[in-house]
């Protein structure tokens, strides 16, 4: 039964009419408030969204599915969440790794809004079907297990479409970049930014304001209390969220941790990163016995897994967030310095709290690397050995999903000179000793032909040591199936291991036979049973997906329908692609990188001309590709086939395959040792 509320009058009150004044002691009214309009009318204790969380919002996927979000799971989110809903705050940006809780963090700062802090809410997405699983299996679900929020739904089954949730106290709708219009004319107070760098453009938004501008405008009705999350994974240097953390932020923050058995703080770096092996360990054998371990600044100590999540637990002592802010304007010349192994690049950051109440920032940032977070230590160094090995790809996927930061296409300027920086002492005609095979390329042309003929190391550390024109196929054949090069420093040679043969080349004028058909009937001649394996190869004529390179459909006739008898299969190459990793791995050589691309010693400028033929730029739509600026390119074009010869994708592996000729000597002598006889009853066996 609810208590009754009784209301005294005081003497005269100025609210009453003069003829009433004397009766004011006899008038008493009791009323009740009902349960709604208390709840309404109940002032709720103010909480931060980490401690709201930890009794409020339940995790709905993961291994922790069905319980309370506990700060000790993600402790470097703690500071974001709460710095998030700082009274002066405005705008977050949150330039994040995988698997660093960026999906669980926006969903409590929201859920957080829904029972504090009610407002509209725009959800900006990549596209509709993330915009509609977001909405379906996110938000859905979150709402419905909270204790807190599930009473806000308002029990009609078209308030949960498929692209916006009613509630009782506010709406959320989500969008995607794509449209214009699904981030149109939507008043909101709250606006996040889910993934911008994978957004997807249509053409309508030529004839609209850029997707970020749009959706920032939906919040000019709400200037003193709005909020802006930007939550994304990096992809180049010119991707929104990097651009945004350095351009778009007064400060950006990093996590430090503390170590548990000498209580150093410290941002941790992967340069600490160590496991057995180096550079030359199995990733999948690091990966799978989590072999990685984690080296403090201060005192040597290895931390594993365990460790390393201890250390991060340990941030949150002593009331502070682990977080440490830096002026955006200084940031990256310190994040740089630090990478490079300066434990004291940062450390006059100061705590994020402590600059909070200070300085009262509105726009901040945070940088969120793997190293801290859920991925393991031996998963990082796995990632780093497959980038390694794998080239490209890979290292794209290392610098962006486990670093956080944005991938940089290394790419040699034009100028002869800075192509002619990666020659070093190896004489021309000289396989270097640790070279493990000999991959030639020949790019044919109407008249003649070109070569290259490169050296490669097992960890695809590669030198150039033969390059020029051939005349005819004599020459060529003499090339590919007799010459012999002699090994550096001992009396060995080696011979070419495998090769490759542009089919392109066009038609001469005095023959009926094509230069492609020419090629084709010499492969299938020559192609195989001569000691060097000759592959065909041709251009592709767009990107190849998820590789950079693909095996062809075998043919069983030319192009202009000659029969071609015993068929032929040709390798089509992403040229695009492999230019970048041709021109990334000259730069190497600069560096003193991994995969570095050496020259001879008595290159010159015939060489370097030819490989500056092409240059990448961007396109009329804004796509970069290479673009021929002289006529001869054809070095580029055999370096661009080596390079793909040694590469794991080639059928039958690469040259990370091949044993050193002290290893196939040893496993030489193994053979043998094992077929001798030990008893005379075994001989006769």
């Keep these: ?99 660093s809780a960026g999906s669980t963090f926006i969903k409590i700062c929201l859920g957080y809004a829904m029972d504090r802090r009610p407002g509209s809410c725009l959800m900006a997405m990549p596209n509709m079907n993330a915009a509609r699983k977001r909405i379906q299996d996110g938000l859905i679900a979150m709402i419905e297990k909270s204790p807190v ?78 909020k802006i999350w930007d939550n994304s994974t990096c992809t180049t240097e010119d991707g929104h969220i990097w651009q945004a953390l350095l351009h778009e932020t007064q400060i950006i923050c990093n996590f430090w941790v503390v170590c548990p058995d000498c209580g150093t703080h410290q941002i941790m770096i992967f340069s600490q990163i160590k496991w057995p092996g180096g550079s030359k360990a199995d990733p999948v054998t690091v990966a799978a016995e989590k072999l990685a371990y984690y080296v403090c600044h201060a005192c040597g100590s290895q931390w594993n897994d365990r460790k390393r999540d201890l250390a991060a637990q340990k941030a949150l002592a002593d009331g502070r967030t682990g977080w440490r802010a830096t002026p955006s304007a200084e940031w990256l010349d310190r994040f740089e310095a630090l990478k490079k192994g300066d434990p004291q690049a940062m450390d006059d950051a100061i705590d994020l709290g402590e600059y909070l109440r200070q300085h009262r920032p509105a726009f901040i940032g945070f940088h969120n690397p793997a190293w801290h977070c859920f991925p393991s230590l031996s998963e990082c160094a796995a990632a780093f050995l497959k980038a390694e090995r794998e080239g490209l790809d890979k290292l794209k996927d290392f610098c962006n999903n486990y670093a956080a930061e944005p991938w940089k296409q290394v790419v040699i300027e034009t100028r002869e000179s800075e192509i002619l920086k990666a020659c070093c002492a190896l004489p021309p005609q000289t396989v270097p000793a640790e070279a493990v095979a ?3 390329f020949v790019d044919m042309q109407r008249h003649g032909f070109w070569f290259v003929v490169r050296a490669w190391a097992r960890d695809f550390t590669s030198w150039k040591i033969h390059h020029g024109p051939l005349p005819g196929w004599e020459e060529v054949e003499k090339l590919l199936f007799e010459t012999s090069y002699p090994v550096e420093g001992s009396e060995r040679t080696m011979r070419i291991w495998r090769a ?154 690469g040259v990370n395959l091949l044993l050193s000729p002290e290893e196939m000597e040893e496993r030489m002598n193994q053979l043998s040792s094992s077929k001798k006889p030990h008893t005379q009853k075994q001989a006769r066996w």
């Design 1 to 99: 039964m609810l208590t009754p509320r009784t209301i005294t009058l005081t003497n005269s009150p100025p609210w009453l009419p003069p003829s009433l004044w004397l009766r004011v002691q006899d008038l008493r009214h009791e009323f009740r408030f009902s349960r709604p309009e208390r709840k309404v009318l109940h002032k709720k204790k103010h909480e931060l969204p980490s401690v709201w969380a930890a009794k409020s919002f339940v995790l709905t996927d993961g291994p922790q599915a069905g319980g309370f979000w506990r700060s000790e799971s993600a402790p470097w989110s703690v500071g974001m969440m709460d710095a998030s809903f700082f009274p002066s705050v405005r705008r977050i940006k949150n330039c994040k790794s995988v698997q």
């Design 149 to 226: 929020l599930a009473p806000l739904l308002t029990g009609k089954q078209d308030d949960k479409a498929s692209l916006r949730i009613k509630l009782l106290n506010m709406l959320v709708y989500a969008g995607w970049a794509g449209s214009p219009t699904s981030l149109g004319d939507f008043p909101a107070m709250y606006v996040i930014k889910d993934e911008a760098d994978k957004w997807e453009e249509s053409d309508t938004s030529k004839k609209e304001a850029n997707a970020h501008d749009l959706i920032d405008k939906r919040v000019i009705a709400f200037e003193h209390d709005y």
């Design 438 to 440: 000999l991959t030639c």
């Design 500 to 653: 490759g043969l542009d089919t392109g080349g066009g038609k001469d004028k005095d023959s009926d036979v094509s230069r492609t058909e020419e090629a084709y009937f010499w492969l299938r001649k020559n192609g195989q049973g001569r000691g060097c394996r000759v592959w065909g190869t041709k251009g592709a004529s767009s990107a190849i997906a998820g590789g950079r390179l693909r095996v062809g459909k075998p043919l069983d006739k030319t192009p202009s329908g000659k029969p071609l008898p015993g068929g032929l299969q040709l390798i089509f190459l992403d040229t695009d692609q492999l230019k970048d990793a041709f021109h990334y791995r000259l730069g190497q050589t600069i560096t003193g990188g991994p995969q570095a691309a050496w020259l001879h010693s008595e290159t010159g400028s015939d060489y370097a001309r030819q490989i500056t033929a092409e240059k990448k730029q961007k396109n009329s739509k804004g796509i970069e590709e290479w673009i021929r600026t002289s006529k001869d390119n054809h070095y580029l074009d055999c370096e661009v086939g080596c390079l793909a010869l040694a590469d794991p994708e080639w059928p039958g592996g």
